[in-house]
């Protein structure tokens, strides 16, 4: 079983940043794809950013191009999720995911194998 834990949430004013942490367990990290997803009140869980198992591809939803950066450090099983220039409409909850194998970066939340808690994330305006 595989363990993945969520930190780095917090409130932040709209246009500052934060940086998101997800640690996972299993000797095997560097063989999970990852990805982030995020819920807001009242909607449903929406995909955010994905990168697959060397770190090698990324792949983003359009509302975070250019201000989200994914990445991963295998040494630390750790990956990232790098904030910046937030918008009051980034405010979720922010969910980590792995999966158990896979080649590439997946953005369906239903390939995903195991999740993390979650951690929130608030903007004000």
């Known amino acids: 079983q595989v363990q993945v834990v969520e930190s780095g949430g917090g409130l932040v004013q709209a246009g500052g940043s934060l940086r998101l942490s997800c640690a996972a367990s299993?000797?095997?990290?560097?063989?999970?794809?990852m990805g982030w997803f995020r819920q807001a009140p009242g909607k449903e869980r929406e995909f955010v950013a994905a990168i697959n198992k060397s770190g090698g591809s990324t792949y983003y939803t359009d509302s975070v191009k250019g201000r989200f950066t994914i990445s991963r450090d295998n040494a630390k099983n750790t990956v990232y999720l790098q904030m910046n220039s937030l918008k009051p409409e980034d405010t979720a909850v922010y969910y980590c995911a792995a999966r158990a194998y896979g080649s590439t970066y997946y953005t369906d939340p239903e390939t995903y194998h195991y999740w993390g808690h979650g951690t929130q994330v608030t903007v004000s305006s």
């Open positions: 299993g000797r095997t990290f560097g063989t999970y794809p």
